[in-house]
């Protein structure tokens, strides 16, 4: 979309998906709201190695996940990178873009599973939880503070340092 979508629009269009696509062609990418709603809606992400890309869809390794998948173990990632190819490394690796989407479309249990993943994670970073998580971290660092401001200060005198200060007047 080239607008700015309402909160109903982007419950439906979420919802209607079953896998979030996002072929960003900038790897110095910082952040993305694309992937932080899709990861939030539940949905396995296929998106190329940026760096927000890289911490929030970690490992994001598709041959760790096939391995996964084949040997019965739960997969661990909450989507799928690609790298970027290129003389400046600007374009997805089209070969890479196309197994992942198919490893996600005929897979349905590891499309499941990974969307699970990304939701669990999707609830983690949801604003109540990190708000949450931050006043349990901050509130003790508050309260030490506090009480460090309202502790007496007790200074002792170097007895060498005051006979050196004595030396000087003299």
Known sequence: ??????????????????????????????????????????????????????????????????????????????????????????????DNLTEGLEFLVFNENARVQIGKNARQRGYEMSWPNVSRELVQYIGPILEAKFVIKSAPVIVKKDKEAEGKSEDKKE
């Not at 911490?55 to 909450?78: C, D, F, M, V, W």
Request: glycine share 8%.
């Open 1 to 94: 979309f080239e607008k700015f979508s309402d909160e109903t629009l982007l419950k439906e269009l979420y919802a209607s998906a079953d896998i979030a696509l996002l072929p960003y062609r900038n790897i110095e990418q910082i952040s993305s709201g694309n992937l932080a709603e899709a990861v939030g809606f539940g949905k396995p992400v296929l998106a190329t190695e940026f760096a927000h890309a890289r911490e929030l869809l970690y490992p994001g390794n598709l041959k760790i996940a096939k391995k996964q998948l084949k040997s019965g173990h739960e997969l661990e990632t909450r989507g799928i990178l690609v790298k970027l190819k290129g003389k400046y490394k600007n374009l997805p690796d089209v």
